[in-house]
């Protein structure tokens, strides 16, 4: 399963790019906000640090608009995923977009039926939110592994991008359940190696390595 950082703190992003924990970052209009930044700057500075797929979405409702933005955005660097929202007209964009051959993320998707759109209209991506479905009682995990399915029977290409994550159980399930990527905030990434027997483990080491006054340098 591939990790895509879903911020854009630029020293979170090098640190897990430095360790090869990073395959690509996905942002939104909050974490822009969040960032203080303007979009095409902070996202340029993404682009430049990460070879993967970075995706930037779109801020207008209309196809149009949405296209005009995306082509905009899409000059911004090769690897760059125009995000749009998983609406009628964010799948008339998603369509121009991918058939002109830039990268498509289609995002707010909470139903398998809104995910069979997203492939059929040529989605690089598709992001269906695990932890906003779980908010409302209802099971997030179920809709990839649905999704899954689905594109499996008919062989679509669309990556299925687990989105909305916010703990490392998400994780685990979503590799279980075969997401093709999970995009997690930089803290849950860095929770994924946190276990309380290692740093039990360890203590007892450290005790260990004090009492016999053992050396390596
Ligand atoms: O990838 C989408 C993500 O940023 C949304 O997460 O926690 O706001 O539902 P959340």
């Given at each position: 399963?591939?990790?895509f950082?879903?911020?854009?703190?630029?020293?979170?992003?090098?640190?897990?790019?430095?360790?090869?924990?990073?395959?690509?970052?996905?942002?939104n209009?909050?974490?822009?906000?969040?960032?203080?930044?303007?979009?095409?700057?902070?996202?340029?500075?993404?682009?430049?640090?990460?070879?993967?797929?970075?995706?930037?979405e779109?801020?207008?409702?209309?196809a149009?608009?949405?296209?005009?933005?995306?082509?905009?955005?899409?000059?911004?660097?090769?690897?760059?995923?125009?995000?749009?929202?998983?609406?009628?007209d964010?799948l008339?964009?998603?369509?121009?977009?991918?058939?002109?051959?830039?990268?498509?993320?289609?995002?707010?998707?909470?139903?398998?039926?809104?995910?069979?759109?997203?492939?059929?209209?040529?989605?690089?991506?598709?992001?269906?939110?695990?932890g906003?479905l779980?908010?409302?009682?209802?099971?997030?995990?179920e809709?990839?592994?649905?999704i899954?399915?689905?594109?499996?029977?008919?062989?679509?290409?669309?990556?299925?991008?687990?989105?909305?994550?916010?703990?490392?159980?998400?994780?685990?399930?979503?590799?279980?359940?075969g997401a093709?990527?999970?995009?997690?905030?930089?803290?849950v990434?860095?929770?994924?190696?946190?276990?309380?027997?290692?740093?039990?483990?360890l203590?007892?080491?450290l005790?260990?390595?004090?009492?016999?006054?053992?050396?390596?340098l």
């Open positions: 399963m591939k990790f950082a879903d911020t854009a703190d630029i020293d979170a992003i090098k640190e897990l790019n430095d360790l090869g924990m990073v395959d690509g970052v996905t942002t209009p909050s974490i822009i906000k969040k960032s203080g930044r303007d979009i095409i700057d902070v996202t340029k500075e993404i682009c430049d640090i990460v070879d993967g797929p970075v995706s930037a779109v801020t207008a409702i209309d149009d608009t949405m296209i005009a933005e995306g082509r905009k955005l899409a000059k911004i660097a090769d690897n760059i995923a125009v995000k749009v929202p998983l609406t009628w964010g008339k964009a998603c369509k121009t977009l991918s058939d002109e051959g830039t990268m498509v993320n289609v995002t707010l998707c909470f139903s398998a039926n809104q995910a069979l759109l997203a492939a059929k209209a040529g989605a690089t991506f598709i992001s269906p939110f695990i906003r779980d908010d409302i009682n209802l099971d997030g995990m809709l990839i592994e649905d899954r399915t689905i594109y499996d029977n008919y062989m679509f290409d669309t990556q299925i991008l687990a989105a909305s994550i916010r703990n490392v159980n998400h994780m685990k399930d979503a590799a279980l359940v093709d990527v999970a995009t997690a905030p930089p803290s990434i860095q929770a994924m190696a946190k276990h309380v027997l290692t740093d039990n483990g203590d007892a080491f005790a260990d390595i004090k009492a016999a006054d053992i050396k390596i």
